[in-house]
């Protein structure tokens, strides 16, 4: 009886029904990425894989470039004024002023430079790609404000809708070239078509819940969207290079093939890796609230969940993960050469599995207005991660990649607790705070 209320009580909590939204979302997410690249895979090979892959991972390290950590601003500050509508108009209108500018002159950039990435790849085609991309930088930033919006409010519904909603839009293009006989660069296309689709219903939504008074530029938001962004950029630079640097390693001494293998792999990890993110963007605003009020008990007991059940869900989606890219790589298309990435995956699941009690707390530093640390956080992980893949592939190949990033997550959870512990008094190893 006691079980069965307890049951009750988390499926009531509000904290339980954001996550399960979330994971909702997230499992889109892992469906929309398995759909990539089975069917990019299937349809046109594993070179056109890596030349999607290659261009996804310039998109998505160029686009947090121009995000210029104001995210993070309107995350923090959206959960400290929750209750002041007005105020809110001021924060998001400023912070929307910011990113729009600088979206629209790193898409320019992007754009420009495709000649570079050409030599730089050694593929025109991985370089025609990547400019079709900038098109979706110029509109991301925006689109990412709005939904860092949602979160600092709590609004998880929409939150989790609206990224369900770029997943779905993404995999849709991607499929339609896919399977058509246009040129797949084209395919990158559809980072544009999904930042419209998400940008518009943002502000529907936004707009329709009377979430702020009123929309305005406010100086004093500028310079603190500016000052704060500024300080979070490397951190969120340095993290999603992170994700994306063992592809781009791998892009500059091997060829398109290996990287489309390598690639297919990473897309089952990063899924994997996404629940724990979308366990993150539910933690993020409570712990924002936990190191405003000194409420650490409230954030003891996250972390008590945390390590409790995290470990050993992990372990169990590890094995179906594996046993589906047995499938995919043994059973339905052996002729494309998927099996050379299985020690690959191996490695990146170990290192996964090791430091996912900790993911959700990733973003401890920034949201605890320490946003220096936090760069500095990631800076280390990025170094490991880089170190390690120029040191190994050439010498190991794929598998060179794969060391680096595990070893990348392990420096960065490293980072975290002696942080995390100097700077909050909160030791996340014992759970005890000073």
Known sequence: MNLRKRLVDVLSNKLSSDIAWTMGSFMILAMSGIVINIVVAYFRGTEDLGVFNLAYSVYIIVSQIAALGVHYSVLRYAAMNQENPRELGSMLGSALLVVTVLGLLMAALVFVSEPLFARA????????AISYAAFGIA????SKVLISFLNGLRHMKAFSVLQAARYIMVAAVVTAFSVSDQDFTLASLCFVVAEIVTLAAAVIYIAS???VQLVRIKKSWLREHTSFGGRSLLAGMFGEINTRVDVLCL?????DREVGIYSFVAMLLD????????????FNPI?????RDSGWPEAQRLLRLSKRFIPLIMIALSAIVFAFYWLVAFQLVPERGLQEGTVVLLILLGGLVATSPFIPFDNMMLISGYPGRQTL??????VVNVSLNLALIPVVGIEGAAIGTASSYLAAVV????MTDRRLGWNLLTNRVK
């Open 121 to 128: 790849y050694d593929s025109e085609r991985a370089a025609r």
């Open 139 to 142: 509109l991301f930033p925006a």
């Open 209 to 211: 819940q009377r979430l």
């Open 251 to 255: 892009g500059l001494f091997l060829g």
């Open 271 to 282: 899924g994997l890796y996404h629940l724990l993110a979308m366990v993150r963007v539910n």
């Open 287 to 291: 712990l924002v609230n936990c190191v």
């Open 377 to 382: 956080q990631q800076a280390v992980a990025f």
């Open 415 to 418: 980072s975290l607790i002696l």
